[in-house]
């Protein structure tokens, strides 16, 4: 089945050190993103690509930075990763059928824990 | 500002009563709506969307301009129906989800 796959599953790191969270589909889709989730906030956007030579900020990129590698490869960087980067980090991606017909499709997640 | 705004952080009802998850939008033009759903152990997945006007696992939910409102409703809540649920505007080219709200449904 495609899929969307996301690695590391789980990730402790210390604050000031530099992280990659990867995320590769077999979905053939054109657009991902990268979200976190935090309790009592929801989702929210932290980047988004809709092609390889496409990069769009979201409503919290500050502090990240993504390269997408491929059709299939979106990567998100944390620089310098600090403590309230501490989140379920989740990276989706979309068939384009429209505005209101588009679906997104998450993969399962990576846990950072940054101390 | 486009916003999605769900009150509820939790709703605890029992087997077989009446569900109701509430969305409020803010948003200046014509919306497109979308809940999303995620169950324990899986992955965030789409529920339903307000274009198809369709019933899922029988949730149903009906855009209200009028109230600028999305809720979700079920006449009969299932245990399997205990989940997080976010609703979710598209703006331009990307979802706002709102901070969803857990259902629990207890036997």
């Known amino acids: 089945d495609a899929d969307v796959t996301q690695t590391p599953r789980n990730r402790i790191t210390k604050t000031g050190k530099r992280i990659m969270l990867e995320c590769s589909q077999t979905?053939?889709?054109?657009?991902m993103y990268w979200y976190r989730q935090d309790p009592g906030l929801g989702l929210r956007l932290i980047y988004y690509?809709?092609?390889?030579?496409?990069?769009n900020k979201g409503e919290i990129s500050d502090g990240y930075s993504v390269s997408r590698q491929a059709q299939a490869k979106f990567s998100l960087s944390l620089e310098s990763a600090i403590p309230n980067q501490t989140a379920l980090y989740f990276c989706?991606?979309?068939?384009?059928?429209?505005?209101?017909?588009?679906?997104?499709?998450f993969g399962p997640g990576t846990r950072l824990l940054v101390l | 500002a486009q916003r999605v705004t769900q009150p509820e952080k939790l709703l605890s009802v029992f087997k077989g009563a009446p569900v109701e998850l509430k969305c409020n939008y803010s948003y200046s033009g014509s919306p497109e709506l979308f809940w999303y759903v995620q169950y324990s152990r899986q992955r965030l997945q789409l529920l339903l969307r307000?274009?198809s006007r369709e019933s899922i696992k029988g949730f149903t939910a009906d855009l209200n301009k009028g109230e600028t409102s999305f809720h979700l409703k079920k006449p009969f809540a299932q245990e399997e129906d205990s989940a997080m649920y976010y609703c979710a505007l598209k703006d331009t080219d990307k979802l706002i989800f709102g901070t969803g709200t857990r259902l629990q449904v207890f036997p």
């Open positions: 307000h274009i």
């Open positions: 989706a991606t979309s068939d384009w059928g429209g505005r209101a017909q588009e679906t997104q499709y």
């Open positions: 979905k053939g889709h054109d657009r």
């Open positions: 690509s809709f092609d390889v030579k496409d990069i």
